[in-house]
């Protein structure tokens, strides 16, 4: 989640785009968001690596029953997208769920969050089709 103005979101929007992960130089599996430690074979021997910000749908679900609280945005459609030989746990935005297939490309956006409780209006990275 990205804790700031609209405004200096929308000015950033190119650098938080770049999304950023680690490449383990030993095993060579790739992390997002960024870790100090392989997930896979637990070294510390990684490096940053920019992912880019087009990717393609590996896998996807449709989410018609929300948890409380995100029940004006069904369907919810959460997808696995491979950037950069890394897969990223995401939700898509911008398509309808019967249009979403394996293999669409789709590119990193920011978009609006469901509000949480104290009120506040997140913004974070989602994908939507590239066009």
Avoid: H
Wanted: net charge positive; hydrophobic share 35%; with cysteine.
């Amino acid at each position: 989640m990205i804790n700031t103005s609209f405004q200096r979101l929308w000015r950033l929007k190119d650098a938080l785009l770049g999304l950023i992960g680690t490449r383990c130089l030993d095993c060579g599996f790739t992390a997002y968001p960024p870790k100090k430690s392989c997930p896979k074979c637990r070294s510390r021997n990684t490096k940053t690596v920019e992912l880019g910000r087009v990717g393609k749908v590996v896998s996807y679900t449709v989410i018609n029953v929300p948890m409380s609280g995100f029940e004006k945005m069904t369907p919810i459609t959460i997808a696995l997208v491979d950037v950069g030989g890394c897969i990223i746990l995401t939700q898509l935005t911008g398509v309808r769920p019967e249009e979403v297939y394996v293999g669409m490309e789709v590119e990193a956006t920011i978009r609006r969050s469901a509000e949480t409780i104290d009120g506040y209006i997140p913004y974070i990275i989602k994908f939507k089709p590239v066009q």
